[in-house]
């Protein structure tokens, strides 16, 4: 019951944010029942679709996890765009420096990488807050810059494919390929990584509700001075939190790298860092929400692929607005609630009450 | 170096300083009054957009100046509105203000000019050729800053505002009311910043031209302990950085060729270093990012 309640109210907060959007698209002259119905058939409108749609949502359910979690500890963890760049550069590296692995070892060893790598990333943000007391937000902002400069170093300077037209790296090795999954379109670049990333989810949620350090991490963020008191250090949990935010971003990179391109490609990432924010926030930082809006949002970008070529002004970037309106209406909730309890509710029960009295005499 | 090369150099610290020193204060006035505001990129990608367009469209340069102003005090406003009546973490909706700028500029650029990148590139004569004019307003604004916060009513209000809101409301001041004014005042500012990056440093609005700068004016923002002379030097360290660097591409340091991305990141790198070795978490305004019982 209160899983269907939350689930309504996520529903509720993403149409109001994509009518805000929407609104924005009547503003500049195109229709917004156009770009809604291109907006739907483009992620949902065939099998082929469908699994396109899937296949973003992948990276997206990583990152969405990874803000989850930070979230879960009181941390704003806006680095996960820098945190996979890092982690691909790992996967990508070890894939074209150890072609030959054993694909027993390949597979587990790269997700380990791009988990540790990663995590280490972005476990400076924590370890800068926690010592230097300087804010995460601010510290994963700059070590974004830090990677976007680092991943191009890596893919245009060292790992570069001179016989490539495009800036790209060697193909990693056959070993380290997930496979397709051929049962809703063989052509679409959905892979075995979207398991993972449910396997991921699973865990995430087990830790939360069933463990002591999911509730010891809760603590850190929630009451820190209790925690200080019972014994917990903050200053481990926060690190140890960044650590955990920043591996599942590193993993997002895995899929696409190791299901779809077999290389890395400059700008890889593609700003499903900061769409993390939006899954976590909408997903109320729990797992299944974090799927389901993953799922949502891997849609969206699909969907919005289209807008390109078939409207006239609108483009793919309209995602992005989406995005921000819906991450607004949420961050804005406690206002909303706040203005129905004094302003709204009092008016309506005064004008239910008295049509009522009236009625009654 | 020689004297020419130092004047040089010297010139262009200015010239890179200018949007950092109006960006780094437009978050002084909202991050004061207890406003945690890392909308700054979006405050110039917004104004810098609006300028370009405007003076492209009217053909006049007091146009786009006029329409970078009203871009930025309308982003202020809705941005102020959120925070201040949404009740929701500063943060977040910061950085959903920044997102919502690199979403709908492209497609505000398309629908004016049919194109998703840039605007079209402004002739000369509808360009500001003296980057020195907004380095002497930068200046007068380190003295009417200083003196706003020292002197006047206003300005104590701000600060009081950031430190204890209860304090200002017993007073029977509006918390709400002063904040929404003073995220607005610092969004026009922040505006001069975005002005200048479209109409005087480039020719015309170009995607991202922001680059991280209102990021980069956060950190000396905070650097600068929230006070406007510190942060004006803070802000020219940075811009010195960022002016070695762009002396330093594509040149050899001891006869090796360091790559392009590793010196353009070289900014970002001394910046997070100086956060990591000046912890000054005790002087950020006490209720910053805190919400107000009622």
């Known amino acids: 019951m209160k899983f269907f309640i939350s689930l309504l109210s996520s529903l509720f907060i993403l149409s109001l944010g994509i009518l805000l959007a929407l609104t924005l698209v009547a503003f500049i002259g195109e229709s917004p029942l156009l770009v809604l119905k291109?907006?739907?058939?483009?992620?949902?409108?065939?099998?082929?679709?469908?699994?396109?749609?899937?296949?973003?949502?992948t990276p997206f359910i990583f990152t969405g996890l990874s803000v989850a979690w930070a979230f879960q500890v009181g941390l704003f963890n806006v680095g996960a765009e820098g945190q996979m760049l890092m982690g691909g550069i790992a996967v990508t590296s070890l894939g074209i420096l150890l072609p030959d692995l054993s694909p027993v070892v390949a597979i587990p060893l790269a997700f380990f990488v791009a988990f540790l790598i990663g995590g280490l990333w972005g476990a400076i943000a924590g370890w800068v807050k926690v010592a230097r007391g300087a804010h995460e937000v601010l510290v994963t902002i700059l070590l974004n810059f830090v990677a976007f400069g680092a991943s191009s170093f890596f893919i245009l300077n060292v790992f570069r494919n001179p016989e490539s037209q495009n800036p790209e790296t060697f193909e990693i090795g056959p070993h380290y390929f997930l496979s397709s999954l051929s049962?809703?379109?063989?052509?679409?670049?959905?892979?075995?990584?979207?398991?993972?990333?449910?396997?991921?989810?699973?865990?995430?949620?087990?830790?939360?509700?069933?463990?002591?350090?999911?509730?010891?991490?809760?603590?850190?963020?929630?009451?820190?001075?209790?925690?200080?008191?019972?014994?917990?250090?903050?200053?481990?949990?926060?690190?140890?939190?960044m650590f955990i935010s920043g591996g599942l971003a590193g993993?997002?990179?895995?899929?696409?790298?190791?299901?779809?391109?077999?290389?890395?490609?400059?700008?890889?990432?593609?700003?499903?860092g900061f769409i993390g924010i939006a899954v976590a926030l909408l997903g109320r930082n729990r797992a299944s929400g974090v799927v389901l809006s993953a799922i949502l949002f891997g849609a969206l970008a699909k969907g919005s692929l289209d807008l390109d070529l078939d409207t006239q002004f609108v483009t793919r970037d309209l995602a992005l607005v989406i995005q921000a309106c819906i991450v607004i209406v949420v961050a804005s909730q406690p206002g909303i609630e706040l203005f129905y309890r004094n302003v709204l509710q009092p008016r309506l029960l005064a004008k239910y009450f008295t049509k009522y009295a009236e009625s009654k005499k | 170096?020689?004297?020419?090369?130092?004047?040089?150099?010297?010139?262009?610290?200015?010239?890179?300083?200018?949007?950092?020193?109006f960006a780094a204060y437009g978050g002084m006035l909202s991050e004061r009054s207890g406003v945690a505001n890392i909308a700054l990129e979006a405050y110039l990608l917004f104004s810098a957009f609006a300028a370009?367009?405007?003076?492209?469209?009217?053909?006049?340069?007091?146009?786009?100046?006029?329409?970078?102003l009203?871009?930025?005090?309308?982003?202020?406003?809705?941005?102020?509105?959120?925070?201040?009546?949404?009740?929701?973490?500063?943060?977040?909706?910061?950085?959903?203000?920044?997102?919502?700028?690199?979403?709908?500029?492209?497609?505000?650029?398309k629908a004016l000019f049919s194109i998703t990148g840039s605007t079209p590139a402004l002739p000369m004569q509808l360009r500001m050729t003296e980057p020195l004019i907004f380095f002497g307003l930068a200046l007068v604004f380190v003295l009417f800053l200083e003196f706003l916060f020292r002197k006047t009513k206003h300005g104590l209000r701000i600060t009081a505002c950031g430190e204890n809101p209860m304090a200002l409301m017993t007073q029977g001041v509006s918390y709400k009311k002063l904040r929404l004014r003073a995220v607005v005042e610092g969004s026009l500012i922040a505006g001069l910043g975005g002005i200048y990056l479209s109409l005087c440093q480039g020719s015309g609005y170009a995607r991202d031209m922001a680059a991280g700068r209102g990021f980069i004016a956060l950190a000396a923002l905070i650097l600068g302990a929230w006070r406007p002379l510190p942060t004006f030097l803070a802000c020219l360290f940075f811009a010195a950085t960022d002016a070695v660097q762009i002396q330093l591409q594509g040149k050899a340091i001891a006869g090796v060729l360091i790559p392009n991305s590793l010196i353009q990141i070289s900014p970002y790198v001394v910046t997070l270093i100086l956060l990591v070795f000046s912890s000054r978490r005790v002087l950020a305004p006490q209720a910053i990012n805190k919400q107000v019982s009622e």
């Open chain 1, 38 to 57: 291109i907006l739907i058939s483009g992620s949902l409108g065939g099998t082929r679709e469908i699994a396109n749609s899937l296949f973003y949502a």
């Open chain 1, 183 to 241: 049962f809703f379109d063989p052509s679409s670049p959905l892979n075995q990584m979207i398991y993972v990333a449910i396997f991921c989810a699973l865990v995430f949620s087990m830790v939360f509700r069933k463990t002591i350090l999911g509730f010891y991490q809760r603590m850190s963020g929630a009451a820190p001075g209790v925690a200080l008191r019972s014994g917990i250090f903050i200053d481990r949990q926060i690190i140890f939190a």
């Open chain 1, 251 to 272: 993993l997002a990179s895995c899929g696409t790298i190791m299901g779809y391109a077999h290389k890395a490609r400059e700008g890889f990432a593609n700003g499903a």
């Open chain 2, 1 to 21: 170096m020689s004297p020419n090369e130092i004047y040089d150099f010297i010139l262009s610290v200015a010239r890179l300083g200018v949007p950092l020193i």
């Open chain 2, 52 to 68: 370009a367009a405007a003076t492209s469209i009217f053909a006049s340069l007091w146009m786009g100046v006029l329409f970078g």
């Open chain 2, 70 to 109: 009203l871009a930025a005090a309308l982003v202020g406003v809705l941005f102020a509105v959120v925070c201040v009546y949404g009740r929701g973490d500063q943060v977040v909706i910061g950085m959903a203000f920044n997102l919502l700028a690199a979403g709908s500029i492209p497609i505000f650029n």
